[in-house]
C-alpha cells in the first residue's frame, strides 16, 4: 500500500509539474499586468523598469524555471495588485472554499444519496417529482440560481444574508463560519447554490448504481433468504455502490472547486475563487498560478484520498493491496 | 415421506411488447421431504421460472395467471409481500448458480450468516456464530473458526459453494431450492458439492428441487424429475423410469443428444430442431449460390484436396502444427515501478504435434491454460519460452508475427461464445465477408456475395440470414456463423475453443455434426478444446490432457477412454456425471 | 403509413421505448422546436438581430406586447439595445447551439480517439493518456477558455477576434469536456477489446485503427450517444457560464448565455422580461435534451430493463 | 495554540451574543464599492480606490471641499515665493493616529517617499525642482518653472509619519513585495484603520485625536467590496449595507420609487469620447479598404461626430443621467471653456453628405474597440454607437474586451477608432491636453495617453504656455483656443460626461464629490 501511495505521489509530481506549465504559460495572454499595476499618470518608462524588475522582459523558460524552482522552495512571491504574499492571501481565502465546498457536499449528499435510494426502490409520483426537480436542478446556470435565490430569499423574504460570510470565528489562522449563527445563515444559499448541481449528479448516480447492484446475485440471495429490506438496501446494496459513488464523488469535488468561481463570485464569498476572477482582473500572474498549482494539488490528493478510500470500501482492494 | 411443496396447474404469464409470453402453462409437480426433484430442460423451458415462482420472487412484470402453489399445506399464490418476505429463508431457501457473484463482496462470511440467522431466530450473536460455524463444518469447509471471517474472494469456487449452501441452510429450511447449483464449477468439484446436497437431503431431511440443464447431473442425484419444454411438463417420474425408458419423444431426443462418454458417436440422432425458420427465408436466395458452389470454391486450390488421399496415412506425415516447451507467464510486467512480481505460469513446458486432418482434442479444468494455448497459437499472447513451428516453417510469437503473415489466414479460430464472437453492429453478410476481402480471396463483390450465401447454405442456414444481424439469431445459429466465417478464409488449420459449452445440448448435438461433416468433408486438421470429456470423446481422434498450465497425459482417444494412465486423468473421468445405460 | 410507422417501432427496440414514453415523446418535440426555430431563425425572426444598423436605440427596454408600454412590433419585449427580444433569442438559441454542437463534436472526436485508444493499447500510452486527463480535469473552464482565447489572439491576425470567438469557445469547451467521453470509452473499449468479435480481428491480423473505428467504435455507440446528449446540455450551459464570467461570444452576437447575462443586470431594475425569456428557453431547452439524454440512458443501458 | 482557540471561542462566543441579541448600534455605517483599495499606502498606487479610500485615513498639506475647491488641511497658508516657488504653512498641533507630532520634516519625508523611484505618484512632483524645511511648522516647494496650478495638484499628495514609516521598515513603497505600510496606516486624518481583511473587509473608526470637528456621528465604518453589481443592489435593499457606490443605471428608476431608499446622481469629472487612429496609413480592421485611413480626413471624423446622437444615448443607455459633453472636459472642472460649449448638432443626413465629400458614399467598414468593464456601460455605450456609425455608412466591427487586455490593445495600436474616458487628475483642463492632445512625446512625458498620435503644432505650443501662465484669464483663452482647435480638427468625439449614481437607505446624509471619493467624514447617520 505504501508503494502505492509513493507511485501516485509519483504521478502527481508529473501532473503538478504539468498544471504549473499550462499556468505559467497562461500568464503572458491574459493581459499586462503592469498597466494595471499602475495609475494612469504614470509614465511608460516607470511602467517599463517596473516590467524590468518583476523579470517580465526575461525568457518565457527562464521565467518557468524560476518558477518552479521558488515554488519547490515554498517561496510563493508577491501578490502584483496587493504586494501582498500569495501563500498567506490563499492561506486566508482557503478555509472559505473549503468550508462552502464542504457544506454542498454534505447538501448534495445528504440529499442526494437517501434521494437516490428512494427514487432506485420506489416508483410513483414522488419518485418521479424528485427526478424532474433534479433535472430542472442542473438545467439552471448555476448564476441563474444564485441569483434568483438572493432575489428570493435575501431581498423579498429578507431570511437570509445576500453576501458575504457573515461573523467568523478565528481558529488560529483559520476563519470558520460554523460557529457563529450568521456564520451558518450565510452559508445556506451558496451552499445551496453550489449543492444542487453535485445534488443531482449524486442522487442520479446512486440511483443508476442501485438499479445495477439490485438485479445481482447476491442482492437475489440474501432476499431469498428474507434478510430485513432496511439492511438489504442500505447494508447490502447501497454498500455496493460505494465504490463507483466515491469515484465520482471525488471527481465532484474537482467540479464543486470549479464551479466556487461562479458562486463565490454571485455571492461576494471571499474565498479563492473570488480572489482568483480578481486576480484574473488584475493580471495577477503570481496568485493565478499559486492558486492553479494548489486546484492540482487539491485533485492529486483527493484522487489519492479516493483511491485510499477504495481500500476502507473494498475488501477485495484491500486484500489483494496488502499482499503486494 | 410427507408432501412439502405441491405445485398444481402454475401458470406465469410475462406481458411484452409482442404479446403475453406463457412462461409456465399449466405446470404441476411435488416435492417431499428428503428428496430431490429434478427440473431439466433447455434454455426457455421454464426451470428457473419455476424456482422464482415458489420463492415469490417472479421479476416484473412476470406474475402467477393461474394455479397453486402449496407449501406445507399452505397457498403461497397471493400471499402477501411480507409474509412472503418471512417465508424465504426461514421455510424456504435457495442456492444460485454462480458462486462468483451469489455471495456479497463487500461482508464477511460470519457476517452474511449471523445476519440472516439472526433474521429468523431470537439468538445473540455468540449463538449465531457458533451455529454459523457448525453449519460451515457441516458443508466440509475447512479451518472454519478462522476462515469464517474471510471475505467471499477469499475463497475458491468450490469453497464458495459450500458457503453458499450453509447461507442456504442457516435458518434450517425446509425446502431449497437449487438453481443450477454446479453449472459454474469444475467437475471434479461438481461431483463434491452434489455429494454435499445429497448428504444434507438425507441427513436433515430436506426437500430439494434442483433445477439444471444437465441430464448427466440429473442422473447423478436426484430421486425425481420432470422435464420441462417451453414452459410446459413434458414427462415427470422417477429419475429411473423418465430416463430408463423415456415415454416421449422429446426425452428421447433430449437423451440421445447428450455426449456419451462410453462410446463414440459417428453422427447424433433424432435430433430436435426448434430453430424456427421463417417461411421467406427458404425462398431467398443469391443468384447461382449453392452449399456446392462453396464446397467447390473451398476444395479448389487446397493442397489438402489434391494431396491428402495421396498420402498412406496420418501418422506418416509431417505435423502440421509443432510445439515445444511452451511457456507462457502472466503478469510479470515491469511497467510497475514498484512492484515487479514474477507473474504466474499459464503455461509451462508444453509440447505437443497435431497432424495434418487430425482433430487433437485439449481437455482440462479452468485454469488448465487450455484456451491460453490456443492463444499463444493464434499469436494473442506472448509466450515467455518454447518455440512453435506451423507446416514446415517458424512461426513467430505474438507481437512478432506480422500483420500479413500467411498463418493469419491458415489458422482460423472459432470461439466459446457466439454472443461476443460475432460483432453485433454488422450484418451476417458483413461478418463473413470481411475475411474474404481482407485475405482478398476472391475478384469481384457479386463473388464474395454469392460466396456468402453458398457458405451459409453450407453450415445449414438459410441463404436469407446475411442480411439480418447476429442478434436475431439463436446461439446455435449464431455458433454456424461463426463456423461459416472461419471457413471462408480456406484454413489448413481450425481452432474450436469450447465451440459448444455455452449451447444446449440438442444445439450443442447440431454443430458437433456440422463441425465433424466439415471436417471430413475439407480434412481439416482441428484443436478442439473442451471441459467436457463427452464431447471431446465425440469429436478428437488424439487427447491432450492439461492441468495448471502442465501437460499430464497424450492419448490416442479410445485408449484414453478406457484406460486412462494418469490419476488426474483418472479423476476427471470418475468424475464427470453421465448417461450409462 | 402509419401501419409502417407502427411495425418499424416493433421491431426497433429504442423506437419502441420511444413510444411508450410520453415524458420523451414531449420531450423530443420541444427539442425539435427549439432546435428547429433556431435552425430556422433566419426566416422565422422578425428581425436580424445582428444587422446593428437596423437597430434603433430609441425602441430599447420595451416591454412585452401584451402590457400596458408594449410594442406590437416586438411581442416579448426588447432588450437593451432595441433588439427584438424573440429575434435575439431565436438567434441566441442558433448560436448556443452552434457552440454546443460543435464543441462537443469536438470533444467526442478527440475524448472517443483518445479513449479508444487508450482503452485498445492499454499500458503506458492509457496511463500517460488519463494523467492527461487528470491534469484537463483540474483547469476549471473558464481557465481553459482564457487559455484558448489567448493562444488564439497570439497565433492569428487581429481583427479576426470575434469570428474567432465562436472557434475558441468550441475548443474550450470541447476540451473542458472530451475527458468524459475518453474515460467512458476507455472504459468500455476495455470491455470491448477483450471479447471474441475482436480478437477474431486480431488473429487475422487487422490494423489495430481499423478493429477500433470499424468493429469497436459501432459497439460502443451507446454510452456514447448517452454522453453526447448529456453533455450538449453541458456545453449549452458551459457557454452560458462562460459568458457570465465574461469570456462568451462577442457582444453583437449575443448567445442564449449572453442574453441571459445580460438579463441579469435587469433583475431589480423591473425589465423582468430581459431574464426571464431566455432563462426560460435556455431551460425548457436544456431540461428535453436532459429528458432525451436520461431516456437514452435507459433505453440502451441492456442492464437496466 | 490552546490560549488562542480558547481566546477565539470567546471572540466567537461574543460574536453568537452580539448577533442572537441583534444589538446594532445605529452609527455603524456599512458600505460597499465594486473595488478593493489594492493598497493602503498612500504613495504605492496612484488610483482611484486607493486615493479615495485614504482620503478618509491620510490627509495631505491641502484638501478638497465638497465644491471640490482647494481648502486648507494640513498646511494652514500658502503663498507663491518668488514666481517659482510654493511656501506652506503648517497647521501646529497635528498628530499621527499613533500619537506622534506633524512637522516638516514629516512632508519633506513624504515628499521624497512620494517622489522616490517606487512611488506610483511621483508624476505629480514632476515640476518640483527642491523641497525646503524653513523650520517646524514651515516648507518650501521650488518649482523648475512657475506653477501657479501646484497646490491643486497635490490635493492628493497624502504625509506620512516619518518615524513611524521608518522604524516599520516602509521608508519607499514597495513594487515588488508588500511591506509595513502595504496594510497598516498611519495618517492624520478624521479615521484610523481598525482592521483589514484585503478584498474582504476594512474597518474604520473615527480618530479622537483629529484637529477638525467631525461632522460625521458614525462610530464605526464596515467597507465591503462588492464586485457584482446586482449582489450589490440585493445587500443594499436587504439592508445589509447602508451605502453603495455604484450602481447600475438601470436600477436608478426603480429604486427612487422604492422606500427607504436614496439616489445620489451628480456629475462625474470623466469625459467618456471616442479616438481615431490619426495617423495610421491604412485601417486595421477594414473588411473593404485596404492602404487608405479615412479617419485622416476631418470630414469623415466629422460625419461620425454627427452620426452619434448623444441625446439617445443618454437618454436610454445611460438613463438620462449623464450630461453632453461638449470638450475633454466636464463643465465643472477648473478652466473649462465655457465659450466652446456648444457640441456639433446629431445630423445623420449631414453626416452621410459629409462622407459623400470625402468620397466614402458607399460607406467602410472599420474596428472600434471598446472595453466592458471600464465605464458604465461601456459596452452597451459602443454597441448602440455602432447601430448609429451604421447608418450613415460607417460599419463599425465592435471588440469589447476587459480592461487588462485593453490597454495593451491601444498601446499597441490595434484600433481604428477606440473608447475612452478621460477624469482629470487635477481637475483642471490642463490635464487632458497634457495627456491627450499633446503629440506624444516620451521624453517630455507628454502624450502618453494619445493613443491616436493626434498632433497640432499650435496644441503643443500651447501646452507650456497654460501650465505657466499665472493670470486666469490670459490662462483660460488659451484653454480656449486649444479647445477650439480640437473641436474643429474633430481630434476627438466627447460624447458625455460620466453620471455619479450611488445609492443609501434614505437615513443616510452624505456628500457626493465629482471625483467619486466617498468621504466618511461628511457621512451622518440618522
Known sequence: MLAFVLRRLAQSIFVMLAVSLIAFSLFRFVGDPIAQMVGQETSIEDQENIRERLGLNDPLTTQYVRFVSNLSQAEFGYSYRTRQPVSEMILSRLPATLELGAISLVISLIVGIPAGIYTALKRGFLSNALLVATLVGISIPTFVIGIFLIYLFGVSLGWLPTFGRGQTVALGWWQTNFLTVSGWKALILPGVTLGVYQLTLTMRLVRAEMQEVLKTDYIKFATARGINYRSLYLNHAFRNT??????????????????????????????????FLESIRYVDIPVMSVYLVLIALMFVVINLVVDLLYFAIDPRVRLRGSHD | MTQLLAISNLSVKFPTRFGVFDALEGVSLDVNAGEIHGLVGESGAGKSTVGSAVMGLLQSPGYVASGEIRFTGRNLVGLDSDDYHRLRGDRISMIFQDPQTSLNPLLTIATQMIETIRQHRKVDVHTARQQAINLLKETGLNDVDTRIDDYPHQFSGGMRQRVVIALALCTEPDLIIADEPTTALDVSVQKQILDLIRTLCTARNIGIILITHDIGVINEITDRVTVLRAGRVVESGTTEAVLGSPAEPYTKALMAAVPRLDKRLERFKNIIDDEPTELDDTHWKVEG??????????????????TSDALPSVSERPAILSIQDLEVTFGASGLGWFNRSHGVKALSGVSLQVMPGEVLGIVGESGSGKSTLAKAIVGLVNPSAGRMTFRDSELPPGRQRT????????????????????????????????????????????????????????VGMPQRAMVKYPHQFSGGQRQRVAVARALVARPEFL??????????????????????????????????????????????????????????????TESFFNSPQESYSQLLLRETPSLTF | MINAWLRWSRENELAYLFFRNPVAIVAAIIAILCIGGAVLSPWLAATDPYDIASLDIMDSLIPPAWSESGDARFFIGTDDQGRDLLSAILYGTRLSLLVGFLAITFASVLGVTVGLMAGYFGGRFDAIMMRIADIQLSLPAILTALLVDGIAKGLLPRGQHDNLMIVVLTVAIGLSLWVNFARTVRATTFVERNKEYVQSCEIMGMHPFRIMFTHILPNIMGPILVILTVDLAVAVLLEATLSFLGVGVPANQPSLGTLIRIGTEYMFSGEWWIVIFPSAMLILMIISINVLGDFLRDALNPRMR | MTVIFRRSLSVGFAALWLTASGVTQAETFKWAGTTDPQ??????????PVLGFLNNVYEGLVRRNKEMKIEPALAESWEQIGSDGWRFNLREGVTFHDGSAFTADDVLFSYERASSEDSDVRSWFAPVDSVAVVDDYTIDFLTKAPNPL???????????????????EAARPSREAENFATRNTNGTGAFTVTSRDPGVKTTLQPFDGWWDTLESNITEAVFTPIGESATGMAALLSGEIDFISPIPLQDVPRMKERDGFTVHEGVEARVLMFGFAHQADSLKFSDDLTGENPFKDVRVRQAAYQAINVDALIDKVMRGSAQPASQLVSSAMKGYSEAKSERLAYDPDAAMQLMKDAGYEDGFSFGLQCPNDRYINDEAICKA????????????????MPVRNYWPELREDNFDMYLLGWSPGTFDAEHPIRFLAHTPNSEKKLGSWNFGDYSNARVDELLPMIQTELDEDTRQAMIDETTELLQQEIAYIPMYVQPLIWASKDTIELTQRTDNFFILRWVTVN
Not at chain 2, 412 to 433: A, C, G
Not at chain 2, 512 to 526: A, E, H, P, R
Not at chain 4, 39 to 47: E, I, K, L, Q, Y
Request: with cysteine.
Open chain 1, 242 to 275: 460505494l465504490v463507483p459513488v466515491v469515484t465520482i464523488i471525488g471527481l465532484q469535488l474537482g467540479g464543486i472547486i470549479a464551479f466556487s468561481i461562479v458562486t463565490e463570485s454571485v455571492f461576494q464569498w471571499p474565498g479563492m475563487g473570488l480572489l
Open chain 2, 289 to 306: 449460390a449453392s452449399a456446392g458452389y462453396a464446397t467447390d470454391w473451398l476444395l479448389t486450390n487446397n493442397e489438402r484436396a489434391h
Open chain 2, 403 to 458: 500483420r500479413a503473415h500467411p498463418s493469419r489466414r491458415e489458422i482460423q479460430m472459432v470461439f466459446q461464445d457466439p454472443y461476443s464472437s460475432l460483432n453485433n453492429r454488422k450484418t451476417v453478410e458483413h461478418i463473413i465477408s470481411e475475411p474474404i476481402q481482407f485475405y482478398g480471396l476472391t475478384d469481384n463483390e457479386s463473388q464474395t456475395r454469392k460466396l456468402v450465401a453458398s457458405v451459409l447454405e453450407l
Open chain 2, 495 to 556: 481452432i474450436c475453443d469450447e465451440p459448444t459449452s455455452a449451447l444446449d445440448v440438442s444445439i450443442q448435438a447440431q454443430i458437433l455434426n456440422l463441425l465433424k461433416d466439415l471436417q471430413q468433408t475439407f480434412g481439416l486438421s482441428i484443436l478442439f478444446i473442451s471441459h467436457n470429456l463427452a464431447v471431446i470423446r465425440q469429436m478428437a481422434d488424439r487427447v491432450v490432457v492439461l492441468q495448471n498450465g502442465q501437460l499430464v497425459e497424450t492419448a490416442g
Open chain 4, 39 to 48: 493598497t493602503m499606502d498612500p504613495h504605492a498606487t496612484n488610483s482611484a
Open chain 4, 150 to 168: 501646484f497646490p491643486d495638484s497635490i490635493a492628493n499628495f497624502m504625509i506620512m509619519d516619518r518615524d513611524w514609516t521608518t522604524s516599520n
Open chain 4, 385 to 400: 454607437a455602432a447601430s448609429m456609425f451604421a447608418k450613415v455608412g460607417l460599419n463599425a466591427k465592435l471588440t469589447a
